[in-house]
């Protein structure tokens, strides 16, 4: 599943909808791809721990891969780094590079 450039409170129903369909579509792991975030917040990380329960749920892995940094901070300051696996892009990188704030929070 890749997540769009914005996942914040307003596309939560449309993430929720790529949600199922994804968990419909493929009985293996879970993998979402969160490189092309831009725009995010807490409702994001909400979002990302839904779909960690119901792969779980399924007795399916969860991954996330090519978390921007900055959603790794934000799951640290609400404490719950260690329940999600964030796959964080490394600062520096090319990916990093093209994720460079401007709407993330």
Do not use: C, H, W
């Amino acid at each position: 599943m890749q997540l769009p450039a914005a996942a914040s409170i307003d596309q939560v129903s449309e993430m929720l909808v790529l949600l199922d369909s994804a968990l419909a579509a493929d009985a293996g792991e879970l993998r979402i791809d969160a490189g092309a975030l831009r725009n995010f917040d807490t409702a994001t990380l909400a979002l990302l721990l839904e779909a960690q329960r119901r792969a779980r749920a399924q007795g399916r892995a969860f991954e996330v891969t090519g978390a921007p940094a900055k959603l790794a901070e934000l799951a640290r300051l609400y404490g719950i780094e260690d329940l999600l696996p964030l796959g964080t892009v490394t600062p520096g990188s090319a990916e990093a590079t093209a994720a460079t704030p401007g709407g993330a929070a």
